[in-house]
């Protein structure tokens, strides 16, 4: 399996700030990564495919990025309806398989 | 629209079998990939397989003894059964959509359905 090595596990910021979540592959997934948003008691929500590729009606704030094997998801100013649990998924190889989460709260 | 909602009995004594079914609607099942996730409690997401509308599967070896997936397109539907269930399989279960196109990520996603194994 494809190993997904989610960090930091959570955070904490305020609204405004720029915030990165980062998933590192155990192995090289040519930029088949999603980025999910969930909120508590919630199903997840794609933010972002292919790595870079932003969800219909996913605010521009959110991006995706790569450095070799190293996936980032960045929020350019955090607003309140942020604050979430986000996720990284592979689909680059069976089974898919996700990263642990990063919790993002309120400073 | 397309939504999707998921159906099935929310308690089970281990031992017994799981069956969820997951109802599409506001689009067909046609041409799609259509996916099992489940969250256990306060914990992450673990995918459980796909099966497509022609019938195809893949399911995560860690569970491919005991799954079970299935799509009628006449009621556009899909279901999943499971074996054998224990506590460790206690957890939220979601179905969902593959995006079209061949990308495995998952547009969109049922509300899903708590599912708890206690004896």
């Known amino acids: 399996d494809i190993q997904m090595t989610q960090s930091p596990s959570s955070l904490s910021a305020s609204v405004g700030d720029r915030v990165t979540i980062t998933c590192r592959a155990s192995?090289?997934?040519?930029?088949?990564l999603a980025w999910y948003q969930q909120n508590p008691g919630k199903a997840p929500k794609l933010l972002v495919y292919?790595?870079?590729r932003l969800q219909n009606g996913v605010p521009s704030r959110f991006s995706g990025s790569r450095s070799g094997t190293e996936y980032t998801l960045t929020i350019s100013s955090l607003q309140p309806e942020d604050f979430a649990t986000y996720y990284c998924q592979q689909y680059y190889g069976s089974p898919l398989t996700f990263g642990g989460g990063t919790k993002v709260d309120i400073k | 629209q397309v939504h999707l909602q998921e159906s099935g009995p929310g308690l089970l004594k281990p031992s017994e079998t799981l069956s969820l079914n997951c109802i599409v609607s506001g689009g067909s099942i046609s041409s799609y990939y259509w996916s099992w996730i489940r969250q256990p409690p306060g914990k992450g997401l673990e995918w459980i397989g796909y099966v497509s509308h022609s019938g195809g599967t893949d399911y995560n070896p860690s569970l491919k003894s005991r799954v079970t997936m299935s799509v009628d397109m006449s009621k556009n539907q899909f279901s999943l059964k499971m074996s054998s269930v224990t506590a460790a399989d206690t957890a939220i279960y979601y179905c969902a959509r593959d995006l079209p196109g061949g990308d495995d990520a998952l547009d969109m996603w049922g509300q899903g359905t708590m599912v708890t194994v206690s004896s």
């Open positions: 292919t790595a870079f």
């Open positions: 192995q090289g997934i040519a930029n088949s």
